[in-house]
């Protein structure tokens, strides 16, 4: 009887634990497929393109925020692209000096409009006013995987950035991410590129791991 029961809450253990890792593959599978920038958009009317600017992100319904606090973020001299798109990792390429800054999060929304992802800047326009975070003077940025990006440019005191309600999340930070690798340079795109194909096979390795129980 004992027994029994200790195989059945195995089993349920065992399930639970295939059941988190099958969703991390997914995570990390989307956040690769979305770094790819294999799709690129029209920018809308109203807003002026730079010259070779390509739209690979639309997202309505986004908040444009002021965060008093950060739950941390990394602040290089050079611009260092800062991931961690819901995967459990953060990377950072890019960025020869710099520090890990913690904090809370505290976020606070001010607007509500549009947000673009291009392979030059992100953009918001929104209801009250808009704003830009060029990457060209980006210092650097945070991607948390819980559907929010701030950004620190050189330009502004304070950071700035975005929150979105679309899901999943890991895909929209690694199109962020990918966007400002790419503007960084090849190399550093595909550092980025390396670090998620890499996720991607360890959470693969880990559901090849423990196939599926059979009760």
């Known amino acids: 009887m004992f027994g029994k029961h200790k195989q059945q809450k195995d089993h349920e253990a065992d399930t639970a634990q295939q059941a988190v890792e099958v969703a991390e593959l997914a995570r990390a599978t989307r956040a690769l497929k979305s770094a790819r920038l294999l799709t690129s958009l029209s920018l809308l009317p109203g807003v002026v393109p730079h010259e070779g600017e390509i739209a690979y992100l639309m997202l309505r319904e986004a908040e444009l925020i002021e965060p008093k606090h950060l739950s941390g973020h990394w602040t290089g001299d050079s611009g ?12 950072q390429q890019g960025g020869t000096r710099g520090a890990s800054t913690p904090g809370n999060e505290n976020m606070e929304p001010i607007d509500v409009g549009l947000f673009i992802v291009t ?5 918001f326009a929104g209801a009250k006013g808009s704003a830009e975070w060029g990457y060209a003077t980006l210092q650097g940025f945070s991607v948390e995987g819980d559907g929010w990006v701030v950004f620190n440019v050189s330009k502004r ?11 999943p999340a890991e895909g ?11 503007f960084q340079g090849e190399n550093i795109y595909q550092a980025l590129m390396t670090e998620l194909e890499g996720t991607v096979a360890q959470a693969k390795a880990a559901v090849d791991r423990h196939p599926p129980v059979v009760a």
């Not at 005191?157 to 979105?164: D, E, H, I, P, S």
């Open 80 to 91: 260092g692209v800062s991931l961690r798109a819901a995967l459990g990792v953060r990377t």
């Open 119 to 123: 392979n030059q800047r992100c953009i």
């Open 172 to 182: 929209i930070d690694a199109v962020i991410a990918a966007c400002v690798a790419q």
């Open 157 to 167: 005191l304070r950071a700035t950035g975005v929150r979105y309600r679309e899901q």
